[in-house]
Antibody, heavy 118, light 110 residues
Framework: DVRLLETGGGLIQPGGSLRLSCVVSGLSVSSNYLSWVRQAPGKGLEWVSVIFNDDFTNYADSVRGRFTISRDKSKNTLYLQMNSLRAEDTAVYYC????????????WGQGTLVTVSS | DIVMTQTPLSSPVTLGQPASISCRSSQSLVHSDGNTYLSWLQQRPGQPPRLLIYKISNRFSGVPDRFSGSGAGTDFTLRISRVEAEDVGVYYCMQATQSWAFGQGTKVEI
């Protein structure tokens, strides 16, 4: 069974930092495309970032320069370091596996809520 | 950037009756490798999204066969042959041919 479990969400003030973690089981973080997708309250889905190997990462324009995606192979865990947080970053953040062969997001975590507010 | 447009944004349905959702892309989704990376996701209330269909018409593992996908190029359709109560939720199309982009979502309600 593939499982993705996100942690690290919470209430943070604008300008603050937060690190999300996603513990992955059933597949290796080092040989899969892993991504973060977010969903603002009552809104649709927005892709945030993706990582494949040590030299491939990509970011949505809305977070580039503020967010950093990374992974720890020894812990089979995906991370999202979020700096300079803004109110518009408030969302549920999902950890998701991207299956390159099918071009689809096939395994999703339950999500963790990040609220940016003073 | 490719823009994905779904219609309708809200779809009242009747149990046991068919339903369909359309998704149109601003550019062709045919990749240089010949594949069309168009998928459909379902999000039930309070749940994370779930993959239903990939590459236009392939059902993901465990997806009931009442769900089907069709289309080509820039126009795609998700069909539910007979709506069941558990099908209530929001449906998203997504393209992964050129970067990634999601449709706005279509709310299906009884």
């Amino acid at each position: 069974d593939v499982r993705l479990l996100e942690t690290g969400g919470g209430l943070i003030q604008p300008g603050g930092s937060l690190r999300l973690s996603c513990v992955v089981s059933g597949l290796s973080v080092s040989s899969n495309y892993l991504s973060w997708v977010r969903q603002a309250p009552g809104k649709g889905l927005e892709w945030v970032s993706v990582i494949f190997n040590d030299d491939f990462t990509n970011y949505a324009d809305s977070v580039r320069g503020r967010f950093t995606i990374s992974r720890d192979k020894s812990k089979n865990t995906l991370y999202l370091q979020m700096n300079s947080l803004r109110a518009e970053d408030t969302a549920v953040y999902y950890c998701v596996r991207f299956a390159a062969s099918s071009g689809s997001l096939d395994y999703w975590g339950q999500g963790t809520l990040v609220t940016v507010s003073s | 950037d490719i823009v994905m447009t779904q219609t309708p944004l809200s779809s009242p349905v009747t149990l046991g009756q068919p339903a369909s959702i359309s998704c149109r892309s601003s550019q062709s989704l045919v990749h240089s490798d010949g594949n069309t990376y168009l998928s459909w996701l379902q999000q039930r209330p309070g749940q994370p999204p779930r993959l239903l269909i990939y590459k236009i018409s392939n059902r993901f593992s465990g997806v009931p066969d009442r769900f089907s996908g069709s289309g080509a190029g820039t126009d795609f359709t998700l069909r539910i042959s007979r709506v069941e109560a558990e099908d209530v939720g929001v449906y998203y199309c997504m393209q992964a041919t050129q970067s990634w982009a999601f449709g706005q979502g279509t709310k299906v309600e009884i």
